[in-house]
């Protein structure tokens, strides 16, 4: 029986904003404060994705005993979590905080991310905002 969820697309959104949070790790210390803000809303992002993953897969949890409206919202919601995490991972590619690098390579990220921030920190806004509807 469908309720209307795709869980491969809570599963994959899960999975960007698990990756997006290990490679910010592997460059957070001593980078700014709103980078480290940025690296904690991922991993609480993602967690709240795993948890919303599992809700789905129950027919007899609550969110799917809600109905319709509530399914509508709710893959409205991770389609737009998708959305921006898909606009980070470009700005963390345009960083090179994706994948692994020489320490020297971690010091450059960190410097241009600082110089960079104001364009950041609007996306790390929308994630945090998605992630208070979450909770």
């Known amino acids: 029986m469908s309720f209307g969820f795709a869980v491969g697309d809570f599963v994959a959104v899960g999975q960007l904003a698990f990756t997006?949070?290990?490679?910010?790790?592997?460059?957070?210390?001593?980078?700014?404060?709103?980078?480290?803000?940025?690296?904690?809303?991922?991993?609480?992002?993602?967690?709240?994705?795993?948890?919303?993953?599992?809700?789905?897969?129950?027919?007899?949890?609550?969110?799917?005993?809600?109905?319709e409206d509530r399914v509508r919202m709710v893959n409205e919601m991770v389609s737009n979590v998708g959305v921006t995490l898909k606009k980070l991972e470009k700005v963390a590619a345009k960083?090179?905080?994706?994948?692994?690098?020489?320490?020297?390579?971690?010091?450059?990220v960190k410097f241009k991310w600082s110089v960079d921030f104001s364009g950041v920190d609007s996306l790390r806004n929308k994630v945090s905002s998605t992630f208070s509807v979450l909770k």
């Open 20 to 67: 997006l949070y290990r490679d910010c790790f592997k460059v957070a210390k001593g980078a700014p404060q709103e980078f480290q803000v940025l690296k904690g809303e991922l991993s609480n992002l993602h967690n709240a994705l795993k948890i919303l993953e599992e809700e789905v897969k129950n027919p007899e949890s609550v969110l799917i005993k809600a109905g």
């Open 95 to 108: 960083f090179g905080i994706l994948g692994d690098g020489s320490k020297g390579k971690k010091i450059w």
